[in-house]
């Protein structure tokens, strides 16, 4: 059983609604605050079509950010295409000449490509149009087609293209895969795309288009980033109106560990302009390369006080994204990902006075021939630490986890009948696919 199918609730950091009158969709949009009960950063995935979703009628719409709620790589069995390692970066390439941002604009924009994503959506109306209540009577379904706008990168001339797993795949909304998408190039020429692969964990997709004598952007290495370096970003903020959108700014923060919807990654933070529709495009230093795909943002609001936050962007670092694109063009998933076999749920401070028990992360099932299962864990376990470092949530022992790779040996800390124990657990590999 995938580790990322936690029998847990999840939790968006930011919403939207939406409605329906007389068949058309009206602009609506909300941000929640941060649950009195988890004091975390909320994030904002800066989705494709968090603002730059609408119907076929071109009704604007908006969405809020992609829940990440499991790995899902698309298998390319049964691709025409050729898969082969790309190998984004190339060592001799690290350094250069430092340019003045309009030449990084100059080279950099035949390789930004702007993405459209469709999505057949349902929403359950009454007679009136409008979406139903408790206690309404003649529901019916309506569906529609919504479409979501992102950005991406050319990574070879032939037309393979880089961008965000959630500018093509929608969690929140439950519409899953996109029925079809396509790609803008830089000299508005637009091309029907094929989704090679995705990873939802690692909110990376790889596409491919049927064109030839691209420009294919060149990758920097993202672990020779230096605090405060000057970097700029391109994107289609808002849709294509706004179509190659440059913004700078600094390396503000290496290194950071942000989790998103229970998804832990490790980003770069930056204070370039990110939003809705930034989502896939590149992160540039000051040789004109790519060190970083833009994929997330702080949202508007930070606990109680509801504090204005300005300017925390986040961006995957260059070198993750060539290992994981070459995962996904070779396997069709990404190789490595660690898992212990098993569902579990968090056991709150609430629940915890309730029943007694300890808070921790409660466990639900073990699966068969699991590493959780060889390492003798059983259902009814209350993990409360991993690597001797407390843990109290679902969330925190994901984030820990995926510091890891399959292979690697941790230790767990649970409580069994009362009394506490540890085990020494091997970490399977994460085989998931969706095909």
Same mark, same amino acid.
């Given at each position: 059983m995938n580790d990322n199918n936690y029998n847990v609730p999840q939790m968006n950091a930011t919403g939207s609604g939406f409605s329906t009158d007389g068949g058309s969709p009206k602009k609506t949009k909300k941000h929640t605050a941060l649950k009195a009960t988890a004091f975390a950063l909320t994030m904002a995935l800066v989705s494709a079509g968090s603002i730059g979703i609408y119907s076929e009628i +071109? =009704? #604007?719409?908006?969405?809020? +950010?992609? /829940? %990440? %709620? =499991? =790995? %899902?790589? /698309?298998?390319a069995e049964g691709s025409s295409i050729k898969l082969e390692n790309v190998g984004l970066i190339n060592s001799e390439e690290v350094g250069g000449k430092v340019l003045q941002t309009e030449d990084i604009v100059d080279k950099l924009l035949p390789s930004v490509v702007g993405i459209e994503s469709k999505?057949?959506?349902?929403s359950m %109306? +009454?007679?009136n149009g409008f979406f139903f209540g408790f206690g309404d009577s003649g529901r019916q379904s309506s569906e529609y087609t919504a479409t979501a706008t992102g950005t991406g990168v050319v990574i070879t001339k032939d037309g393979y293209i880089v961008t965000n797993a959630h500018v093509i795949y929608d969690s929140e909304n439950g519409a899953g895969k996109a029925d079809s998408v396509s790609v803008i190039l830089n000299n508005d020429e637009k091309y029907d795309a094929e989704i090679v692969g995705y990873d939802t964990d690692c909110d990376i997709a790889v596409l491919k288009i049927d064109a030839d004598d691209l420009t294919a952007a060149e990758f920097g290495d993202s672990n020779n980033l230096r605090l405060g370096e000057s970097v700029i970003a391109i994107g289609n903020p808002l849709g294509f109106e706004l179509k190659d959108t440059v913004t700078g700014g600094m390396i503000s923060g290496l290194n950071r560990d942000i989790t998103i919807n229970d998804k832990a990654m490790t980003l770069i933070q930056t204070d370039a302009a990110i939003n809705s529709g930034n989502s896939g495009g590149p992160l540039i230093n000051k040789y004109g390369q790519v060190i970083g795909i833009n994929s997330s943002k702080m949202s508007s609001s930070y606990g109680y006080g509801e504090a204005s936050i300005e300017g925390i962007g986040f961006a995957i670092p260059s070198n993750a994204v060539s290992s994981i694109v070459d995962d #996904?063009? /070779? &396997?069709?998933?990404?190789?490595?990902? $660690? =898992?212990?076999? #098993?569902?579990?749920?968090?056991?709150? /401070?609430?629940?915890?006075?309730? &029943?007694?028990? $300890?808070v921790g992360v409660y466990v639900t099932t073990v699966s068969e021939g699991s590493a959780a299962e060889k390492a003798g864990l059983q259902k009814g376990d209350i993990i409360t630490a991993i690597d001797d470092k407390e843990i109290k949530t679902v969330e925190e022992l994901n984030a820990q986890k995926n510091k890891h790779s399959a292979g690697d040996i941790v230790e767990l800390t649970f409580i069994r009948d009362g009394e506490e124990e540890t085990v020494k657990v091997t970490l399977d590999e994460n085989l998931a696919k969706n095909k």
């Open positions: +071109n =009704q #604007i719409r908006t969405r809020g +950010n992609t /829940e %990440v %709620v =499991q =790995q %899902v790589s /698309e298998s999505f057949k959506m349902t %109306v +009454n007679n #996904i063009m /070779e &396997y069709g998933y990404v190789t490595g990902k $660690p =898992q212990f076999g #098993i569902s579990c749920q968090d056991v709150t /401070e609430t629940i915890s006075q309730m &029943y007694d028990l $300890p």
